[in-house]
């Protein structure tokens, strides 16, 4: 962790933490940004988590907004239709069950709709600074496996797997540190092992085929790869 740690530095971060930093650590507009994010890619993320927020900013401006122009601002990210009624029912709740709030629990979070275990421990971690949450996406799943921490077929079984293996003061970066590295360098497909800072501890399991290396000094900051 301490070598992606340096290896990561300079490399674009995903979508969800740049809001997060922009905005402050503002639990909603986390939510919302990484509700958008499943299945797109990260620049389609940040554009459409920008012209939403530019229109409504907070649970009960966006509840006020129709269908049709949720899609209309969210579009082109993966199944807008679905994530357009989903963001809508979600601060409908926030604002008659929360009081306009994000809440603080998995219960409470998973109880939303469109959220999922991704999303609530993202929240969890970026917007209420929890130190005991795990964030497990493709890129989070795959690594772990790649490297032996775990043997697993779904994310949920990863990150109850990497509770029981990793050090808890990693729990909150494991997420930043791995989709960074996932997206730029330990592909899904034609993973850029030469290219990687770990290389000499990890066993490649899975890995059939690798990537041909970048030249050196030279590293890039986006494959395009799913959030």
Known sequence: MRALAKAIDGLDEPAVEKIAEEQKADPFQILIATM??????????????????????????????????????????????????????????????????????????????????????????????????????????????????????????????????????WWPLINLYFVTWGQNVCRPVYPLCGRCAIRSLCPRVGVTRVGRSVPTGIMPTSFGSPA
């Open 36 to 169: 958008l994010s499943a299945q797109t890619r990260d620049a389609v993320t940040a554009g459409a988590s920008r012209r939403l927020f530019r229109v409504a900013r907070t649970p009960r401006a966006i509840a006020r907004l129709g269908v049709p122009e949720i899609q209309q601002l969210i579009y082109p990210v993966s199944f807008y239709r679905h994530k357009a009624r989903h963001v809508k029912a979600t601060c409908h709740i926030l604002v008659a069950r929360h009081a306009g709030r994000v809440p603080a629990t998995m219960e409470a979070l998973l109880a939303l709709p469109g959220v999922g275990r991704k999303t609530a421990n993202l929240v969890l971690i970026l917007g209420h600074q929890s130190g005991d949450n795990i964030c497990v996406d493709t890129h989070v799943h795959r690594i772990s496996n790649r490297l032996g921490w775990v043997r697993t077929k779904t994310p949920e079984q990863t990150e109850h797997g990497l509770y029981r293996v990793t050090e808890r003061t």
